[in-house]
Each structure stands twice: as C-alpha cells, then as structure tokens.
C-alpha cells in the first residue's frame, strides 16, 4: 500500500480528529526518516576521500592526504615557476640571436636556445596543471562544505 493509498484509508476509517492527526503525524515521521537514509546514502563527498575511506582510510587520514595534496599542488606550481624563470632565457636567448651580428653568432646558441625554450614550455604547463589541480581540490572542499551544511539545515528542521 503507498502512501496516497494509506492517507485516503486513514481520513475514511478513522473518526476520531486526533486519532487521525496522530496517524498523519506517524506516517510523516517515517516518511522523513525514510528520505534521510537515502540522502544520508546518496550524499556525494569529496572524490579523494570518498576513495581513501573505500579503501580503508578513516575520514581524518583522508583530511590530511588532501592537505598534503594541496601542499603538493602549491609546491608543483613553484617548481613551474623556477622553471619558467630559467627557461624565459630561451625566448630572450633567440631575441639576442636574431639581434647579433651573424659574424659574432656561436654554433651552439641554437642548441641553448632550444633546450631553454622546452624548459619554459614545460614550466607553463606544469603551471597550469598545478593550478587546475588546486581548483579541482577547493572545489571539491568546497563542495564536500555546502553538502555537509545542506545536511545539518535538513537535520535542524
């Protein structure tokens, strides 16, 4: 029997009022119970911790490991930093090519010139891959954050 089914039984069996408020009362408890189990189920977290606990991990180890994620990111964008400081003197190293005289070019300058310039490509995408990072693991902070109060607001009414 569903739930229309049981309302309409109640409001045409039950001739007590308060009998059937109570009733009405009950059968909505229940209902609301029911729907948080399966919000409580269904409540997606942060993607890194929901695999560590899947794993074994507790909620605290998976905290830290996402610390330790974000510290990493930072550092990896340092890291591209250093090396899009060395490897500008790729691009400045053809700007000063192509502004000597060709009686002073050096035979080797392409090949200084070459492995700077992969240097700071390299470095300008390890930049970008730390700062997607760091947004992919705010984002899912944050996100792990609003459902965790969206939860609590559900609780306290």
Known sequence: MDDKEL??????????????????ALMV???????????????PIDYVARQKILFGATEGVAK????????????FIIISIVFIL???L???????????????RGSNDWFFIFFFSI????????FILG??????LRSGKKEYERLKRKRENQRQS
């Not at 309302?7 to 009405?24: A, F, Q, T």
């Not at 830290?64 to 550092?75: A, N, T």
């Not at 790729?90 to 090519?97: E, I, N």
């Not at 700062?131 to 992919?136: D, E, K, R």
């Open 90 to 104: 790729g691009p400045l190293g053809l700007l000063g090519y192509f502004l000597t005289p060709a009686e002073e």
């Open 131 to 136: 700062l997607g990072s760091i947004f992919s």
């Open 7 to 24: 309302i309409k039984r109640i409001m045409e069996e039950v001739k007590d009022e308060k009998l059937r408020e109570e009733l009405l």
């Open 29 to 43: 408890e229940k209902n609301k119970k029911k729907d948080d189990a399966k919000q409580e189920e269904e409540r």
């Open 119 to 126: 240097l700071f490509i390299m470095g300008l995408g390890f």
């Open 64 to 75: 830290v490991e996402w610390w330790i994620s974000f510290i990493g990111s930072i550092v």
């Open 86 to 88: 060395v490897g500008s």
